[in-house]
């Protein structure tokens, strides 16, 4: 149709009795025409991609099966040209929409290469956001300890031959798991005789699911391998086996939608808030326990309740430390109990110091989305429960709110700052807490994911080098920072009437995209950023002290009457080679027994 209009078209214009000013005229008319017509089927092609559902990929995943068989009882191999189910129904989608889809090449490879990736049938609990443990990282403490807990319960040592534990750390558990107490965590469990290998080489293929895979092997009393368990630590306290499940398989795919635009959509129409979708979905985690039952993480009954008491008592402790230093080689003085008398904004910046330097002391804190940005959430929610005297029952919607936005990260992207840098880590801290403000300061569903689409906005391609490895710098700072953006973008979104032209959904797909394009070298593996740079002007100066201690020792050696005046004579330089005397030894640059950093490791 579109070509014979075209051949009408100029035929039209073509034809003596035209004029000028017509022909353009039919020109910018056709033009227009052609413009609509992209724009309506490639909104179609999109709508399409948008509403595939479950039983969209389970009827793709069955023809495809039956197709397969089918071809292999005539003959053909099997396995040779599968595709994914969720590619299946994206290429039927992309049939139909051939002609629209083809004039945008880019947003077309775009979907698809994105669409190849396995589609979450739908989200996991919230609690898989809240999980309540020791720092001072989710994924190199918390993961590695579920992990060997897991390993415990199938090998014992002096049981079935079994005389020792080896386990070996790959990817950015092995760059950064000294600094992160990774080690100190498996030996916890598994015994202080166990072998910790840090395999700081190139991932091995078979392990290469994701960039932190962990190896355990049960040695006999020889040496001989036994059995072997493999496990990768996702971000977030959060640990895949080799059969790709957690223990805990009652919360996995709870909500119908996994998307952000579906839930404001069904909240809107029924004139709910976010909340209420968890609400819907997890009652009991709304429920009011006792005193008593807060400690007791056993259950999921008020699951919600047990987080917020967690996350006061973190601020509570860390706002009136009496220690000076947080543990570690930076010896880094802890901020966080100055910021006591304060008020305003300073007052919300001593409650993301308190609980990040809790978290770095290996204190009791709780994943929002990880240890490493778990100070954002809890400062957001005590400054404004202060500020605006809101009662508990609304800090815990606020935080159901929260949780539901790193849901829909973690089931569409990751949280995992080995995976996508602090972008994955801050960055969703500060949507989460920015979406959950938003909620307490009377925002609509609209407005809260606005909120955090803002946030995440300001936070793309943020890096994750932490320096010597250990969760102190830049990380504490950061979640100062990620505080006051979230106050910021909720204010900021309130004001707001439309949605903004880039939703949630899309700016979570930016972050996973920017994730992979970073080099490895800024995720978690204290190689790059920071971590190479951040002893640089200490080490300038003790070179100049070497300098003018070798010049002074040369002016010493070839004529001792220069001595005082050899900062304006020139020196004679001596027949024979220098002879240095031994002079006091320069100030240690790092503390006894710490390895050194950085580019003076020799690896930049």
């Known amino acids: 149709k579109n070509r014979k209009k075209k051949q009408d078209t100029a035929a039209n214009m073509s034809s003596p009795g035209t004029s000028s000013i017509a022909r353009q005229q039919q020109s910018t008319e056709y033009r227009e025409s052609e413009r609509r017509a992209l724009l ?22 069955a023809a495809t099966a039956a197709a397969s068989t089918q071809a292999c009882a005539g003959g053909c191999p099997q396995g040779g040209n599968a595709i994914s189910p969720s590619e299946a129904v994206l290429r039927s989608i992309l049939a139909e929409s051939h002609d629209s889809a083809s004039h945008l090449c880019t ?4 979907l698809t290469e994105y669409l190849k990736q396995p589609m979450p049938d739908a989200l996991q609990s919230i609690t898989k956001v809240y999980r309540i443990g020791n720092g001072p990282s989710s994924s190199h403490t918390m993961g590695p300890k579920r992990a060997s807990e897991t ?7 002096g049981v079935n031959g079994c005389g020792r534990f080896r386990v070996t750390l790959y990817g950015s558990l092995a760059e950064t798991g000294k600094g992160h107490l990774t080690d100190v965590v498996i030996k916890s469990v598994l015994g202080e005789d166990a072998d910790i290998i840090f395999y700081c080489g190139p991932i091995p293929e078979e392990l290469a699911a994701h960039v932190n895979p962990m190896k355990f092997e049960a040695l006999g009393y020889r040496g001989e391998p036994l059995g072997t368990y493999v496990a990768w630590s996702i971000g977030g306290g959060c640990v895949v086996d080799e059969h790709n499940v957690e223990k805990d398989q009652a919360a996995y ?14 909240a809107s129409k029924k004139n709910w808030d976010l909340c209420e979708i968890v609400r819907q979905v997890e009652p009991e985690l709304f429920e009011k326990v006792s005193p008593e ?7 999921m009954k008020g699951w919600l309740w047990k987080v917020w008491n967690v996350m006061q008592c973190a601020i509570e402790r860390g706002m009136n430390s009496t220690e000076k230093e947080i543990p570690g080689a930076l010896h880094l003085k802890r901020r966080a109990p100055i910021h006591n008398t304060k008020r305003g904004r300073m007052q919300l910046f001593g409650y993301a110091l308190a609980v990040s330097e809790e978290n770095a002391a290996a204190g009791e804190v709780v994943t929002a989305p990880t240890c490493g940005s778990c100070g954002v959430l809890p400062a957001v929610l005590k400054f404004l429960q202060n500020r605006e005297q809101l009662p508990d029952e609304k800090i815990i919607n606020a935080l159901a709110v929260a949780g539901l936005v790193g849901s829909v990260v973690r089931a569409n992207a990751s949280v ?24 307490l300061i009377g925002g609509s569903p609209m407005h809260c994911e606005l909120a955090a689409e803002m946030a995440m906005e300001g936070m793309l391609g943020l890096t994750c080098c932490p320096v010597l490895g250990l969760v102190q710098v830049p990380c504490i700072d950061r979640n100062v920072a990620g505080a006051g953006r979230a106050i910021d973008c909720a204010e900021l979104a309130i004001c707001r009437t439309e949605p903004h032209l880039i939703s949630f959904d899309e700016i979570v797909f930016t972050m996973l995209l920017t994730g992979h394009d970073m080099k490895q070298d800024y995720k978690e593996t204290a190689l790059g950023g920071e971590a190479s740079t951040w002893n640089l002007d200490e080490t300038i100066h003790q070179c100049q002290v070497l300098r003018r201690r070798t010049v002074d020792a040369w002016h010493e050696r070839s004529s001792p009457a220069l001595k005082a005046t050899h900062l304006t004579t020139p020196p004679v330089v001596p027949t024979t080679p220098p002879v240095f005397p031994t002079s006091p030894p320069l100030p240690p640059m790092y503390p006894a027994g710490t390895p050194p950093s950085g580019w003076l490791s020799g690896k930049h």
């Not at 490639?42 to 793709?60: H, M």
């Not at 947003?107 to 775009?110: D, F, G, V």
């Open 151 to 157: 390993f415990a319960t199938k090998w014992q040592k």
């Open 253 to 266: 795919n709870l909500y119908k939608h996994h998307r952000m635009s579906d839930h404001v959509r069904k």
């Open 40 to 61: 309506l089927s490639l909104d179609s092609f999109l709508s399409k991609v948008r509403r595939i559902t479950c039983s969209d990929i389970e009827d793709a995943a």
């Open 416 to 439: 995992s700052g080995a995976e996508v840098g602090c972008q994955g880590e801050v960055g969703v801290a500060t949507s989460m807490a920015a979406a959950a403000a938003t909620y």
């Open 107 to 110: 947003s077309k490879e775009l």
């Open 293 to 299: 039952e807060l400690h007791d993480t056993s259950n």
